[in-house]
């Protein structure tokens, strides 16, 4: 299945050290608009999960990379497989300007990996995705 979606990202972190942040992930991922399917009728995909993650700033340039890792519930196009819980990861890249004192905004691009298995089906999903983020300090 392949073809064009989004998704959306909250995390809560903890600075454990200077440039350094410690957080959790809940994200929603959506596969709305199918190009083409090699699993029958589907008309889309949706992955909703949670893990811990790790972050680092590159000094005083708001340059980030950050990589997250946890389980995922993965389910393509309700009617034709049931909720599966699997394994998914992330890495992104990214950079933020400072909006006021305690807001950035940024951008970013990001590479995440899934994999789940059906008693019949094994299913691996990979994505690449550009970012918009809002972070409060």
Do not use: M
Request: charged share 10%; aromatic share 16%; net charge negative.
């Amino acid at each position: 299945l392949t073809g064009y979606g989004g998704g959306f990202a909250v995390s809560v972190g903890y600075v454990i050290a200077r440039n350094v942040i410690l957080y959790g992930e809940l994200y929603d991922a959506f596969l709305q608009i199918p190009i083409s399917s090699d699993i029958g009728t589907a008309s889309g995909g949706i992955a909703d999960g949670f893990g811990p993650g790790i972050a680092y700033y590159f000094g005083e340039s708001n340059i980030y990379l950050a990589a997250c890792a946890g389980l995922a519930l993965i389910r393509f196009d309700p009617d034709l497989l049931p909720l599966t819980l699997g394994f998914a990861s992330n890495v992104s890249l990214g950079k933020e300007w400072w909006a006021s004192g305690h807001w950035t905004l940024g951008i970013g691009a990001e590479l995440a990996y899934g994999r789940a298995t059906t008693s019949d089906e094994k299913w691996t999903t990979a994505t690449a995705t550009f970012l918009f983020s809002a972070t409060y300090y």
